[in-house]
């Protein structure tokens, strides 16, 4: 890639970030009554709902904490952050330190602590905070919401688990693929032997259980030995899901000058984007089935925000990181599209589901799902990358 | 309705019943290896997955014993019927009682009795198969269920209940209206007290609490005392469920000689199609939010089968029962769309879930949900209220 496109890109992005999409969180997203976030808001930025759902008020923390340590030291990103972090330290938490899944405007809690990724946001959002203000009460939030995940991994449901044990037993890529991600965010906060051996292990599993070698895609569900389960959830797909992990992959093998991991993980982002991608209409699929049978999520043609930005995020790593112009082939399919479909340059920050025509599905820019995160993140990244690209980076 | 449109209109549902419908489960359904049947059926009835979803098994239990008893004593139904008795009163409960929600092909549970519906249409499906093969043993099963539902009514989901107690108390319409038609469904193996105060409790229930007087129409959740909750549970409206829990207290209404409550219901039908029904594309949407906000469904605009059925038996009950055009006008428009979109002439049954636009979105005939019920319920329902209009009636 020419440097001049690199610049170009690297101005797209950069521009989206900070003259569309933060502005808009900025202006609507703050509750300054009781702290904590608005995530809920229509196209025009109005709030549609006001319960605080966990997982989205810790990943908007992370948000601006991570400018503020990235990008510039700006005090309202670090005001915006404590709102929130101040919100979640009071009350986020049942007595045993577990993360509510959802609290009501007011903090009061209205979802048991029964989703193991609300602690692993919070842990990623207090990092970046205590990075961000120098808090020790916020690494030690961090520290101990990190080691209780630890703890809690093997049944990470705990009393809320369904599904009967010994009947047919399974393990999700999720938590691993997380833990990839989270265990980076923490590298400073945990000892150099704890990252290590965490990374081990999620590498090992992510690669090594959930990457079917045939196909060169991840399956979410696998059993204990990797091997593939025939039902819904053994047979289930989700590119998104897949690519992320892969680019956590590569942010932990190029910390590692683990060429072979950087090849490989590179492969099965163009291998997902091969399998997930509309051919009809354009756009990455949400759900699919390993066998091409019906799947069990009614929405599993749409076509989300998030997908897309995790594609990206994952094509412009590995150009960057092996020159392979498949990469960019890609990225640039994938850009068009996201921009043409997702981007809002009228009000603002993106559309957050499209239907498989890529017809906005819902005109909301946040709500129980969608929050301060992928979007700025994705963005963010993008717009590093192309400044490596472009001889201006890091 | 002229005698000769009432007759057309008779068979034409009478033959899709018993030449589409169920050929199509005689055929590809029964297990007859590890007894229960196959709901996972693409278009041409092969097998997909082989899991057996307690909620579906229970109810081809219940439609082929209701066939048998309402229809023709006809040996192969109760044969059908007995497939899946047995297969569920042998593996279907754990050591209290509770119905599990999902078993593997041989029995083997897999997921946990959390959800209390399974144990409605266990209750459902014993009586019914009690009734029609004279087993002391499964009228034991229903009622000891039945009492089972009643006793844990307060706190269907038991340990997983995820809500956090106090913060925001909701009730859900979908057990109150369940039990309205459970009931009536045991009448034979209740007392007479027993059944008058359950359905008094239902009709208060349903009609005072979920039903909101300005709107008029139902909500799926509301405050311990009917109040509306501002929240995306609070919000939301089920039309399909709204209209058949209003064909449910017809059933009540009727057999009580209560007109008054006959005419509410069948106005609560005609007011959900007028918020329901889709003007650009046709069809009943799935969820909507009540004030009109993005609903939290992604599925929320897509057509469902059992929707437009509990449709079509609503307005031909509220036909019969009070003589509205209107309800003679809808009924033709969603007869229409229902036999245009969901039925497959070709290789029998129906097809479950249509796009926002009407086409295929699913080409499978059961699944997870989608089982030998609310088809060829509907159209029995269907074929006999229009052999009583045709004068040939019950």
Not at 151 to 158: C, E, F, L, T, V
Not at 346 to 364: A, H
């Amino acid at each position: 890639m020419s440097w001049d496109k690199a610049a170009k890109y690297a101005e797209v992005y950069r521009k989206e970030l900070f003259e569309s999409v933060m502005p808009f969180w900025d202006e609507y997203s703050v509750d300054s009554e009781f702290g904590g976030y608005f995530t809920c808001l229509n196209r025009e930025g109005e709030v549609f709902d006001t319960d605080k759902f966990v997982w989205l008020q810790c990943r908007q923390v992370w948000t601006y904490a991570m400018l503020y340590n990235r990008c510039e030291k700006r005090e309202e990103w670090l005001e915006v952050a404590n709102n929130g972090a101040d919100f979640l330290a009071l009350h986020g938490m049942d007595g045993e330190g577990n993360w509510y899944f959802a609290l009501n405007r007011e903090g009061m809690p209205l979802v048991q602590p029964y989703n193991i990724f609300s602690d692993c946001f919070a842990a990623m959002a207090f990092a970046q905070y205590g990075l961000a203000c120098g808090s020790e009460k916020a690494i030690d939030i961090a520290s101990k919401t990190y080691r209780n995940i630890l703890r809690r991994k093997d049944r990470p449901k705990g009393k809320y688990t369904k599904a009967v044990d010994g009947t047919r037993d399974m393990k999700g890529m999720a938590l691993p693929m997380i833990l990839a991600n989270l265990t980076l965010e923490l590298e400073e906060v945990l000892s150099e032997d704890e990252v290590e051996s965490t990374l081990d292990m999620c590498i090992d599993e992510v690669m090594g259980l959930f990457l079917d070698e045939r196909k060169g895609i991840l399956y979410e569900n696998v059993g204990p030995d990797g091997s593939h389960v025939d039902c819904f959830d053994g047979r289930l797909i989700n590119p998104g899901h897949g690519i992320e992990s892969m680019w956590f992959m590569m942010d932990v093998a190029k910390r590692r000058g683990d060429k072979e991991l950087i090849e490989r993980a590179v492969q099965v982002v163009l291998n997902t984007l091969e399998y997930g991608w509309d051919e009809e209409y354009g756009g990455i699929f949400y759900f699919m089935d390993a066998e091409g049978r019906p799947p069990q999520q009614l929405e599993w043609d749409q076509k989300l925000w998030w997908v897309h930005l995790e594609a990206l995020v994952g094509l412009i790593k590995g150009y960057n990181l092996t020159g392979r112009q498949e990469c960019l082939d890609w990225f640039e399919r994938v850009h068009e599209y996201a921009f043409g479909g997702f981007s809002d340059p009228k009000f603002g920050e993106w559309f957050g589901y499209l239907n498989r025509r890529g017809e906005v599905l819902m005109p909301l820019k946040g709500g129980k799902w969608k929050g301060c995160f992928h979007v700025p993140r994705g963005l963010y990244l993008c717009w590093r990358e192309f400044e490596n690209l472009g001889g201006e980076g890091e």
